[in-house]
């Protein structure tokens, strides 16, 4: 298993119009998007095989691209369908293509996939609720400067939160919590017990009336990190992540923010907007200042009970990392307490 594997969303379907032409980085590997005649997404390498101009900087055309340099132009497939400078004389071969790679369109989202040849078959993760009745999303997209795994970490980890989101998302109360940590079937699940009213402002609004909190997070091989939130009744608050790594030191990471809270549906997107983004700023900063540390001292961390949860995931990282399946590291849960 490779993390080329895997499906890594490269756009919002709503930015790529017929005529757009994207450039991505994913794995380090450059990348064009763009729409083909038949209006599905196109991924090719950035590359033009000609003599290397990249083919981001060219334009689209009915569903097909042409270089910026000397005109080369290819079809949805990668194949060169035309060489001004051969005239007449142009005839396609097979051996003329650049390279092209698997998408999908899914949730309002496209996807690459890398490898030409997958060890399996993967889908991309469903987006929860996503566009049902009752349900609404905001969607934000930040850029961090740290490589995915900590990123993902940062996403379901809780002592963080009341010293960089104080106020915002929790207040330093040293009150005790109880969570269970599992790994399974490369996923990590984390139940936490005891939560109530510390959510900072969030809490007023989604839980006036102090119900106890469900909070379940969980991370999904090889990216995603859910967030869930059940406020009963009728107050249900996902929070989802996709980490697309771009190089080893930049993650771009695709947030959704699911949520069904009755007749306050439709006012309250301004609102999770605006906070969401304050609170994912607030950690881009903390996340630019630890990678400034490993860049220098390299990751050794010195881990407390509290993350159980960050050491199954860097397991799970770390398998795929060696081209090893995750899904055979044994089955593990631990019951622990934390205060914050
Ligand atoms: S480099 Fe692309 S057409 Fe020459
Ligand atoms: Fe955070």
Known sequence: MKFEDFWYIVALSKQLKS????????LDEWLVIFRGDDGKPVALRDRCIHRNSRLSQGKVCQGKIQCPYHGWIYDKTGKVIAVPSEGENFQ????????QYDTREQDGYIYV?????PTEEFEPFQMPFYQQPAWETVRVINRFRNNVTNCVEN?????????????????????????????????????????TTNLGWFTRFLNSKGYEIRHTDSFHMPNITSVEYDMKPHRRLFITSQSVPETEDSTLVYTDVTFNYGIWNK???????WTAQYIIHQDVKALGIQWEAIAKYGS???NTPADTIHIFVESIRNKIAVGEDPRTLPDKSVDLKFWV
């Open 267 to 273: 006012l309250a997107r301004l609102f999770v907007h």
């Open 19 to 26: 005529n757009t032409v994207l450039q991505r980085t994913v």
């Open 155 to 195: 996403f379901i980890d809780i002592p963080h939160t009341a010293s960089v989101h104080p106020g915002v998302f929790r207040t330093p109360r040293q009150q005790k919590l109880e969570m269970t940590v599992e790994r399974r079937n490369g996923c990590v699940f984390a139940q936490y017990r005891n939560e």
């Open 92 to 99: 396609v071969t097979q051996a003329r293509r650049a390279l």
């Open 113 to 117: 996939r890398l490898a030409q040849y």
């Open 300 to 302: 050794h961390f010195a």
